[in-house]
C-alpha cells in the first residue's frame, strides 16, 4: 500500500509539473504497438459495453486510449498516448494528460475511448480546444468502474477500469495534443 500511495504521489507531482506533456511524439515502432494495445482496448471495453465497436465505426471519429495511467494524493495526475481514427482511417496521434484536484488517493490505470460525432468536434480535438472533465470512482484491483456517456457537444467518452487501488472523488480536466500522422 505504501509504494502504491508513493508512487501515486509521484505520479501526481509530474504530470503537475508538465513534464508528461513534453514528451515527443510516439515512434512508427511505438504506434504499432499502440495499435496492438488498441484492440485489447476495445476487447475491454466490449466486455462492458458490448455496442462499443458499432459505435466507434458509425462515429466520424474516434480517440482510443489503451492505457492510461493515474496517481493520486490530493492533487491527481493522469497521462496516457491513443490513436485517432477517421472514418476507420489513422489520422494522429493524441496525448491526454490530465490534473485533478480532490478526495483522492492511490493510483490506477484505465481505457477510454472518445467518439466524435462530426467533424466540428474533431476539429476542437486536433486544435487543441477540447477538454474532458468531471471524476469519480473507486477502483481496487483488475476490471473496476466503468462510465459511458451518450453524445454531449458532439462528443462521447467510454471509460473502463484496468486495475489498481485509487479511491476518487475529484474535478479535473483533461487536455489533448494531436500530432498528424506523416
Known sequence: MRT???AAAVGAATLVSGCA???????EHEVAALGA????AFDD???QFPWVR????EAHAYAIFPNVTKGAAGIGGA???GLVYRRGDLIGTVRMSQVS???QIGGSSFRELILFEDERALRRLIVGEMEASAN???????????AANDYNDGVAVYVVAVGGLLLDASIGTQDFDFDYLD
Not at 458499432?54 to 465505426?57: E, G, I, K, T, W
Not at 469519480?136 to 466503468?146: E, K, L, P, R
Request: aromatic residues 0%; hydrophobic residues 45%; positive net charge.
Open 4 to 6: 502504491i500511495l508513493m
Open 79 to 81: 497521462a496516457g498516448d
Open 45 to 47: 471495453l466490449e466486455k
Open 37 to 40: 494495445s488498441a484492440e485489447v
Open 101 to 103: 484536484v480532490g478526495a
Open 21 to 27: 506533456s513534453n514528451r515527443p511524439a510516439p515512434t
Open 136 to 146: 469519480a470512482s473507486a477502483v481496487a484491483g483488475d476490471n473496476g468502474a466503468a
Open 54 to 57: 458499432r459505435r466507434a465505426r
